[in-house]
């Protein structure tokens, strides 16, 4: 009895983390499919604006991030390759840039 009495524990510790993970892998879907729907290319190459007005593309994916430390949906901190330090970024959408911010985007790979 005892053996079957952690076994049943057991289970139910496995079914309880398999729902965490599930509902979380679900909010990061739709968190992104949210960000993608306002406009922004996220997740994928997304062009961001540093809090000194650089502009450059990065790979943005919410919920996952390597290379930033996430601030909220819309905010990270990172280096800016533009103006070489680190700060506070934010994403762009395409009609939010300049036409001289588009043709220099169009030169720049992701950094
Ligand atoms: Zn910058």
Do not use: D
């Not at 502009?55 to 390759?81: D, H, M, N």
């Amino acid at each position: 009895m005892y053996v079957l009495a952690l076994y049943n524990q057991w289970m139910i510790h496995l079914l309880i983390s398999i729902i965490v993970i599930v509902t979380v892998g679900l909010l990061l879907i739709l968190i992104n499919l949210s960000m993608k729907r306002k406009g922004y290319n996220i997740p994928g190459i997304c062009v961001v604006r540093c809090s000194k007005e650089h502009v450059f593309k990065t790979r943005w994916i919410e919920g996952v991030s390597l290379k930033a430390v996430r601030l909220g949906p819309y905010t990270r901190y990172q280096y800016c390759p533009v103006g070489k330090h680190l700060a506070i970024v934010h994403p762009v959408k395409r009609q939010q840039l300049t036409a001289k911010e588009r043709r220099y985007l169009a030169r720049e790979t992701e950094r």
